[in-house]
């Protein structure tokens, strides 16, 4: 039998062209009825439809309408059915970040990466604790971030941090453009890790922390560690799958 699907699409009119069509060739059973969701468009709006369905149980298969399409299957109206019917799923965690700041204390998932970037011409000066324990009294820096594996091959990997494999139990910790400890490139940490950041000097160099898109401004302690009692799962077509992206993808000029 085939799955029934529902159909989501960004703002872009390419993929609200492909939104109509679709829904001309292949029934919408709606949100709460589908098997799947389709989501149109590019990685940014993959990582929108992978909160709106959080907690729902429903697999997404994205299809590229953007730019780059990391995170998205190459868009084609034809044998929709047979290729869900025959994808490779990925399982994949978010982060749960928890921002402090003298408004109080909000939390977010990210499921790419939290980043902590400075606010003002300043460089930022963040401590750095895993599991309790210093190891970075003071980094002077852009800012810094911790990605899933999901998440590695964006932000963190043009900070030059490490491409992760997806069944990696890791999280990246990088850095950017760090300035004080200079040779400190950032370091792989168990996926158990938990990591807090301390800001020094919060009003002189204020910072803001980033969930995906949540963003919360002038903290002054950010702590994050993986959930692992959340999962969602993405569909990628057979012999395309997310490890299998990601592999390639540290083997590129």
């Not at 300035?179 to 009003?203: C, M, N, Q, T, Y």
Request: charged content about 25%.
């Amino acid at each position: 039998m085939a799955p029934r699907l529902h159909f989501v699409a960004s703002q872009s009119p390419d993929a609200r062209q492909a939104l109509a069509a679709l829904r001309r060739t292949y029934e919408d059973a709606g949100a709460d009825k589908a098997d799947v969701i389709v989501a149109l468009g590019g990685d940014g709006f993959m990582l929108q439809t992978l909160h709106e369905f959080l907690g729902k149980g429903k697999p997404i298969y994205g299809m590229n309408l953007g730019s780059i399409g990391f995170l998205m299957n190459e868009y084609h109206q034809e044998d929709l059915d047979a290729r869900i019917a025959a994808a490779e799923r990925a399982v994949i965690h978010p982060l749960r970040m928890r921002a402090a700041s003298a408004k109080g204390a909000q939390e977010a998932l990210a499921f790419n990466e939290v980043s902590l970037l400075r606010q003002t011409r300043q460089t930022a000066k963040i401590r750095i604790l895993v599991d309790g324990k210093p190891r970075i009294a003071e980094l002077a820096c852009d800012g810094v971030l911790i990605s899933t594996p999901a998440g590695s091959t964006a932000y963190n990997l043009s900070a030059h941090g490490p491409i992760l494999p997806i069944d990696a139990d890791l999280l990246a910790l990088t850095p950017i453009s760090a300035f004080r400890p200079r040779r400190w490139r950032g370091a792989l940490l168990s996926h158990r890790a938990k990591v807090r950041f301390e800001i020094l000097e919060a009003e002189k160099r204020p910072v803001s922390a980033v969930a995906d898109d949540f963003e919360v401004r002038d903290v002054t302690s950010v702590d994050v560690a993986e959930d692992r009692t959340i999962s969602m799962t993405m569909l990628f077509d057979a012999g395309h799958s997310l490890d299998e992206r990601i592999l390639a993808e540290q083997f590129l000029d």
